[in-house]
């Protein structure tokens, strides 16, 4: 069962000194917030895992949190070259930085081997390369059936894995769409998984559900009153009101505050009415009523006032 807690809550709990955290995902899925909650809590001697470390790695190094850097290409693509990674391979500031690096299609594999389970990948992208003399974690082999020279990969399997999605629930399901990159299968072989999110789906599922809940009531009431022959054409030109609610004796809003008579009172502009009887409308002298006065107004380029009503329905028992 997942637990949705604070992003700074879930990186205390799960990120510690000397762990190996990857941070996979393109574009609007880098885990920015993760990064700098990360910096916020001064974390050091971390292994950075990520295929192409660019801005946010380039921070994390430049705050000192990392002490080795695990990629397949350093850079990015908008703003070019990583100043801090740079400081630190050059000049060991603001600490020495160890590399290990691999092409795409191995750091790929590496995460669908530890996805899986197993000890190692195999393929041939580093064949023409000098990657497999200077990384420890890629070794060349011999198929066993066909005698081809094929080049090993381990399997990568982090500590943690930090995800940026757009919603999950609390079942522990997670929702994302756009370019996915290999958080899925970077997610897969961790020991432990921080889903960054833009929003909790059972959250926003209830409420849509109590919006409906809101619409339904809102339709049930005025199909009630034209059940009842209760609904005529000015009631339906009215702002939507619940009629279902139940009202309290003494309150204005419902009785007109004299204790409490049986009588439903619907307003739509004023706050109160101006007479009571059943199903009636009613205009304020000189609003809505004087043709003269109206037609003053469009010849003197005046604007129109909107006419306020007032409805009060019988609604007595008998």
């Not at 420890?136 to 198929?143: A, G």
């Not at 049930?220 to 022959?229: D, F, I, K, P, R």
């Not at 009172?265 to 109206?294: E, N």
């Amino acid at each position: 069962m997942a637990e949705i807690v604070s992003l700074a809550t879930a990186v205390e709990r799960t990120i510690h000194d000397g762990d190996t955290v990857a941070m996979e995902g393109f574009t609007h899925l880098i885990p920015h917030a993760a990064g700098r909650e990360v910096m916020r809590q001064r974390l050091r001697d971390l292994t950075l895992v990520r295929m192409t470390p660019d801005v946010i790695y380039d921070q994390l190094i430049g705050a000192g949190c990392a002490s080795k850097l695990v990629f397949s290409w350093g850079g990015n693509p908008g703003v070019g070259s990583l100043h801090r990674f740079r400081d630190a391979i050059e000049n060991s500031w603001p600490v020495p930085l160890d590399i290990e690096e691999h092409s795409h299609a191995g750091m790929a594999n590496r995460y669908a081997a530890g996805a899986a389970g197993l000890p190692f990948a195999v393929l041939r992208g580093y064949r023409g390369t000098g990657l497999a003399g200077l990384t420890e974690n890629i070794s060349e082999i011999t198929c066993p059936f066909t005698g081809e020279r094929l080049t090993a990969v381990a399997a990568l399997t982090p500590d943690v894995a930090v995800v940026h999605a757009q919603r999950a629930d609390r079942a522990g399901n997670v929702q994302f769409w756009g370019i996915t990159g290999v958080q899925k299968e970077a997610a897969g072989g961790q020991r432990t998984t921080v889903d960054v999110l833009n929003s909790e789906a059972d959250l926003i599922s209830a409420k849509a559900r109590l919006i409906g809940a809101q619409r339904d009531r809102v339709i049930a009431s005025y199909t009630l009153l034209s059940a009842v022959g209760r609904l005529d054409v000015a009631q339906r030109e009215r702002q939507p009101v619940d009629h279902l609610a139940r009202h309290r004796p003494g309150d204005r809003g419902h009785d007109g505050g004299n204790g409490g008579d049986g009588r439903v009172g619907i307003h739509g502009g004023g706050r109160r009415a101006l007479q009571r009887h059943p199903r009636r409308v009613l205009r304020r002298p000189g609003v809505a009523g004087g043709g003269d006065r109206r037609a003053s107004q469009r010849r003197q380029g005046e604007p129109r006032r909107r006419p306020r009503r007032w409805l009060w329905l019988g609604a007595q028992a008998r």
